[in-house]
């Protein structure tokens, strides 16, 4: 079927992103699901500094591609081999297919999957697959998804099944942001009652973290970022106190548990000389590859303080996603609040310039139904 995609041809295209145009929305073919596949119309899309990471040119990814991975959708056809999902169904997208046989799937989402991470990389679905093309030309998928289209086919490990009354802005986000900065707090961070939680970086994925946090009503939660406007907006969610980073260090504010959600070296320095004795740093933000950061290994040493990774929130998806969907039907974790834009589908690359200047919580494409 002929559909609407926005391809990358280019990394590392210059800034401003509404001039150079680096994602191009073409007409390309999209494959029928193959075995074990289904196909989705898209209704929402959101930006994430994991989109913004391969056209800036920090996560080298094979081009031309179709980007995009944190998407809702309508299910329009299931493969053979897909049973638990129907025609009309609503899923949300994740950007780690999980093939729940290796050993990484073993750990109860500590470990990504290896599969699922060696397709990704390859530009792939799983299995090897592909299903986009222009002409002759075969096009990349980006983590299985490639969800900035007004279609996609993807593997049934990269969704998972939401009720349709749930908003598809709200079904897209939980599957990339609520998923990554929740888990960060839920599944890495683990605070207990009466413990502090500080989120350094209050992108998409902090903000869910702080929202997170704020639900559990475990004790004080606190908003590190260096935008004014973030901070402020962390107050109104519900943040007990927010600093810049450097009043941070001048004050020498400390908490139980840190959330890293920048992807910075220098947010990871922050985050760890936050960190409380016994405290514990988890570090969830998607540095460049050659980032490099300088912290005192006495620090972890003589005061028992650990540094945790924590990849895609240490998530379950089929597990995690009805949690965090639980919680915003009880009123608790007001998903909604993420959202800082809604954007038409030519609007694209100014929403990559919002998010470059670090000025956007969460873009989010709306397609029309």
């Given at each position: ?22 994602l ?89 999957c ?69 888990g960060?707090?839920?599944n ?47 107050v ?23 959330i ?28 460049s590859?050659?980032a ?58 100014e ?7 670090g ?5 989010v ?5």
């Amino acid at each position: 079927m002929k559909i609407t995609a926005a391809v990358l041809e280019k990394i590392g295209l210059p800034r401003p992103y509404a001039e150079s145009h680096p994602l191009r929305l073409q007409e390309v073919e999209l494959a029928d699901p193959g075995p074990g596949e289904l196909l989705i119309r898209v209704r929402a899309a959101g930006l994430c500094h994991s989109d913004l990471s391969v056209v800036d040119g920090n996560r080298v990814r094979p081009t031309p591609m179709v980007l995009g991975h944190e998407a809702s959708g309508i299910v329009e056809a299931v493969g053979e081999g897909v049973t638990d999902i129907a025609v009309g169904d609503q899923v949300t997208t994740v950007f780690l297919p999980r093939c729940e046989e290796c050993d990484q799937c073993a750990t109860d989402g500590k470990l990504p999957c290896g599969p699922g991470s060696r397709s990704n990389d390859a530009g792939l679905l799983p299995g090897d697959a592909r299903r986009l093309h222009r002409g002759e030309e075969e096009l990349f998928h980006h983590l299985g998804v490639s969800g900035f289209a007004t279609h996609a086919v993807v593997n049934r490990q990269s969704v998972v099944p939401v009720d349709n009354d749930v908003p598809p802005e709200i079904a897209a986000v939980v599957g990339c942001a609520v998923l990554t900065g929740g888990g960060a707090v839920i599944n890495a961070g683990r605070p207990s009652d009466g413990d502090t939680v500080l989120i350094v970086g209050l992108g998409g994925v902090g903000m869910a973290a702080l929202l997170t946090a704020v639900s559990l009503e475990k004790g004080p939660v606190i908003g590190v970022d260096a935008n004014p406007q973030k901070l402020a907006r962390a107050v109104e969610l519900g943040a007990s106190a927010v600093y810049s980073p450097e009043e941070l260090a001048e004050q020498g504010v400390t908490a139980a548990v840190v959330i890293e959600a920048a992807g910075h070296p220098r947010a990871f320095e922050t985050a760890v000389a936050a960190t409380a004795p016994g405290g514990v740093t988890v570090t969830v933000g998607l540095p460049s590859p050659d980032a490099r950061s300088t912290i005192a290994p006495l620090g972890l040493t003589a005061q028992a303080r650990t540094i945790v990774g924590s990849y895609l929130g240490s998530a379950v998806p089929a597990r995690d996603i009805p949690v965090y969907l639980g919680l915003w039907r009880e009123g608790k974790l007001p998903i909604e609040e993420l959202i800082s834009q809604r954007i038409g589908f030519e609007q694209i690359n100014e929403g990559l310039d919002e998010l470059a200047e670090g000025r956007a919580v969460r873009q989010v494409v709306l397609f029309d139904d």
